[in-house]
């Protein structure tokens, strides 16, 4: 519990994570006004913020101050390590996603699509360990590969991939509890 905390309060005090939300909120709350009804649009646009969040979240630790140094000091353990970084990911995830939800008129399944938008985004970022690395790939499945594909294995569409954001949320998260612990930390 100690470790979720700890973890609670290094995304708390993260600036950067602070103004990616209120970017995707104004965003949301722009698009909506714009589209002037309920649609998929506004969400098409705002699980971008939901994959920054995430990268920026884990990404962090791993830039030049690699603080990921000392969290390892702190909690050597890696898997439960992994485990409190998603535990908190998501219930900081959670108020944002659910006020993106209100603003777009939809309903808790949107909440945990991109809640799940932004585990992927973070556990890729634990296998990737760079951000901009790590966002590309993201970016490009969720605006260019599923637009274009067209298939419903691939997340990236608010309007039907809520479970397929989840079960990829899971795949990513089990390949970097399988390669996190067997690297080095920076």
Known sequence: MRSVRAELLKLATLPSLRRTALLTMTATGLLRWAVGSDGPL??????????IAGVLAVGSEFEAGAQIRATLLALPRRLPLLAAKAVALGLMTLPA????????????????YLMATTLLAG????????????????LLV??????????DWLPGDPAGAGTTAAVW?????????????RRDAA
């Open 42 to 51: 506004p969400l098409t646009y705002t699980q971008a913020g939901f994959l």
């Open 123 to 138: 556990a890729v970022t634990a296998v990737v360990r760079h951000p901009v690395t790590s966002l590309l790939p993201l």
């Open 142 to 151: 969720y605006y260019v590969a599923t637009p274009l594909l067209r298939k």
């Open 97 to 112: 996603a659910v006020s993106a939800a209100l603003l777009c008129g939809a309903g808790m399944r949107v909440t945990g």
């Open 169 to 181: 949320a899971l795949a990513a998260a089990v390949v970097a509890a399988v390669v996190f612990p």
